[in-house]
């Protein structure tokens, strides 16, 4: 790996970050690779979450006594090691921590947060987020999920779709039209009216439980709903769930350029090595400089945030761009390997597949694209 690493050879860690660092690549490379074998199951989903609190990367970023208070850098590193092995173990991670226990944290109050996030940093409970609908997409200010005052209850009807984790979910971040503004509510399991079919037969992110959420007449505590108003309150959840995924689809390019590497320093073909050919060097040199550019914006981007002053444009730019290149580097690797490339031997069409989706999640490329157009033109496309 340090080989392909080129522009940044240093990432000035403390030396209790890299202690943190090395432990969560040991754990993934030796420890959570193991569940690519076992069958996805509730059980198995649930062992993972729990493992995930053991090592104490569940919302990260939170200063708090059950969390590390560690910095934006250090989020988006844990992230790049996880989905180094995969996607879908990346998104637990990332809704976790960035979707479900930092809104509560950031408009829940003290009393939500003593309430849910003790036992959701430890994986002791599992938390998803209802944004996405079956009919907007997209366009999320467009949700039909509504929410009633009804005494010292809000009345909860609606669907959401394509949500990581809501099968098992105990707990749910729901966002809701009250009076044609967006809200957001804390719902847990025990409340009626809440179903969760799972969605089967997905060929991309198949180590992640995905699933719908059908709300009917559920009545929620007037004290679960979130202190913010308007798409300011999930569109801030998502910049911080964007950026680790701009980190962590680099952890997944730079297997692919690992694995290729390896094969082709293994492979002979013609009377020589596969890499000692100028097709293969010219492809990687390609790779591997757009994987360098990609991880150099990413930090950037999270000193940035660091220091508090980043824009969120920042990070349209860099979920676009290196969603987009990842993407583009896996499909390149699978080629370059041949009909190997479409083995489990070498991971790397797993790898291609997952990108596919994690390219589409939280704000497709075209979506970030008019997100920047409207920014350098001060006009709106959309």
């Not at 009626?192 to 559920?218: Q, R």
Request: with cysteine.
């Amino acid at each position: 790996m340090e080989r392909i690493n080129i522009l940044v050879k240093r990432l000035n860690l403390t030396t209790t970050e890299n202690i943190v660092l090395h432990s969560v690549k040991n754990f993934s490379k030796h420890h959570l690779s193991e569940y690519l074998t076992r069958p996805v199951t509730t059980d198995n989903i649930r062992k993972i979450y729990q493992e995930f609190g053991d090592i104490g990367i569940f919302g990260s970023t939170i200063t708090s006594d059950y969390t590390a208070g560690l910095t934006n850098k250090m989020y988006g590193l844990i992230a790049k090691e996880i989905e180094a092995v995969d996607s879908g173990f990346r998104s637990m991670l990332s809704v976790q921590s960035s979707l479900v226990m930092k809104p509560i944290h950031q408009y829940g109050g003290d009393r939500l947060f003593e309430k849910y996030v003790p036992d959701l940093s430890i994986g002791k409970t599992i938390g998803c987020f209802g944004l996405t609908e079956p009919d907007s997409g997209s366009d999320a200010s467009a949700m039909k999920t509504n929410a009633r005052l009804d005494g010292n209850h809000y009345i909860l009807n609606g669907s959401k779709t394509w949500i990581t984790s809501s099968p098992l979910a105990d707990v749910f971040i729901i966002w809701a039209k009250e009076d044609g503004k967006v809200s957001g509510f804390v719902l847990d399991r025990s409340m009626e009216g809440i179903s969760t079919p799972e969605i089967k037969n997905k060929m991309s992110l198949k180590s992640s439980i995905t699933g719908m959420i059908h709300l009917t007449d559920v009545k929620v505590p007037k004290e679960n709903k979130l202190d913010v108003s308007g798409m300011r309150g999930p569109l801030s959840c998502l910049n911080n769930a964007r950026f680790g995924i701009s980190f962590g689809v680099l952890g997944a390019a730079e297997y692919c350029i690992q694995q290729t590497i390896d094969y082709g320093l293994n492979r002979n073909l013609f009377g020589s090595l596969l890499a000692e050919k100028q097709l293969f060097q010219s492809k990687l040199a390609n790779m591997t400089t757009e994987y360098n550019l990609g991880l150099s914006a990413a930090l950037t981007v999270a000193d940035n945030m660091d220091d508090g002053v980043f824009i969120p444009e920042m990070i349209s730019l860099i979920k676009r761009n290196n969603c987009s290149k990842s993407l583009n580097i896996a499909r390149e690797a699978r080629d370059m390997l041949g009909g190997n490339g479409i083995t489990e031997e070498y991971n790397i069409f797993r790898h291609m597949v997952n990108l596919e989706t994690v390219n589409t999640y939280e704000g497709t490329h075209d979506i970030h694209s008019l997100i920047l157009g409207n920014y350098v033109t001060e006009r709106k496309a959309f």
